[in-house]
């Protein structure tokens, strides 16, 4: 906000099971969640923004001072929270 910029949450965490690439299992044919295909909104590290240009622009220059990455290509409004400490 000091800059003029707001950025605003669209989307944050999302159940594993909402998120996760199916796998078969041994027993009967049902599926469950592959550990390996977790994705960043499960680990509670993924977030998508409402980003304007402006905020886009400030997230792109500032996001990664504060441990954010872009998240996924094609995906302007998508960050991952990546601490470097």
Same mark, same amino acid.
């Given at each position: 906000?000091?800059?003029?910029?707001r950025l605003d949450l669209a989307g944050s965490y999302r159940a594993p099971r909402a998120t996760a690439v199916e796998r078969?299992? /041994? @027993?009967g044919g049902a599926s469950t969640p592959d550990p390996?295909?977790?994705t960043d909104f499960a680990w509670g590290t993924g977030? /998508? @923004?409402r980003l304007d240009?402006?905020?886009?622009?400030w997230m792109t220059s500032n996001g990664p001072r504060y441990g954010f990455t872009p998240g996924a290509s094609g995906q302007?409004?998508?960050?991952?929270?990546?601490?470097?400490h």
């Open positions: 906000l000091a800059d003029g910029v078969p299992t /041994d @027993l390996a295909a977790l977030v /998508d @923004l240009g402006q905020a886009l622009t302007p409004w998508h960050w991952t929270y990546r601490p470097t």
